[in-house]
C-alpha cells in the first residue's frame, strides 16, 4: 500500500512576496503575508468597510490623521506582515519609507464579521509576539469592542469587552473617549 507525503510547504521570503506584488503576480490587498506563507484576503462586505470606515475616523480624531494607517502592511516578524484594517503609529505614516514596524505601532485594530476565530488567535498571537502594546478587535456581529493590553508573550495581559453603550480610552490617550457605538456599523 502506497502512503502519500503532505505536500511540502514553500514558504516565502518578504522580498520574494515584494516581487510577486511589483511583477503584477499578486494584486495588492488581496493577501497577507503570515508565517512565511501569503494568505488569501476574505473579500470585505458592506458592514466590515463601513466599520473600517468608522474605526479610522475616531482614531484619526484621537490621534491625527498623520498617524493612523489602513488596510497596509505592518512588520511584526521576519517572516509576517499583516494588514491589519487600522492602525496607530508613533510618528506620522509618511515617515516611514519601509513597512513600519511593530516597535512604533501604538494600536493596531481588527474589524472582524467573518474572521472573528482568526482575528482572537492568529492576528492575536502575532500582534502580542510583537509587543504590541494596544489590539481592538471590532465585533461586528456582535456589537462589541473586543480590548486586548499589556503584552507578555504570546498573549495579552488585560482583556476586556467593551459594550455599544460604553466608550474607551486607548492607552496611548487615556484623556480621550471613543464610544464603543461609533465604530460599529
Not at 151 to 175: G, K, M, N
Request: aromatic content about 6%; overall charge negative.
Amino acid at each position: 500500500m502506497e502512503t502519500l507525503a503532505p505536500p511540502r510547504r514553500l514558504p516565502l521570503t518578504r522580498a520574494q512576496v515584494r516581487l510577486l506584488v511589483d511583477g503584477g503576480l499578486v494584486v495588492p490587498g488581496t493577501s497577507e503575508y503570515i508565517h512565511g506563507d501569503l494568505l488569501e484576503k476574505m473579500p470585505q462586505n458592506p458592514r466590515h468597510v463601513h466599520a473600517t470606515k468608522r474605526v479610522r475616523r475616531a482614531l484619526e480624531a484621537a490621534f491625527g490623521w498623520e498617524c493612523v494607517g489602513s488596510q497596509a502592511p505592518i512588520r511584526v516578524s521576519e517572516d509576517s506582515d499583516p494588514e491589519p484594517d487600522c492602525f496607530v503609529l508613533s510618528r506620522p505614516t509618511e515617515s516611514f519609507s519601509e513597512t513600519p514596524p511593530a516597535t512604533d505601532c501604538l494600536l493596531v485594530v481588527e474589524v472582524s464579521d467573518a474572521t472573528l476565530g482568526w482575528d482572537k488567535t492568529e492576528k492575536l498571537r502575532l500582534y502580542a509576539q510583537a509587543g504590541i502594546a494596544e489590539y481592538w478587535i471590532v465585533d461586528v456581529a456582535n456589537r462589541c469592542l473586543r480590548v486586548h493590553q499589556h503584552t507578555q508573550a504570546e498573549e495579552y495581559l488585560h482583556v476586556r469587552t467593551w459594550t455599544e453603550l460604553e466608550s474607551v480610552a486607548p492607552l496611548a490617550r487615556p484623556d480621550t473617549q471613543i464610544p464603543v457605538r461609533e465604530l460599529l456599523p
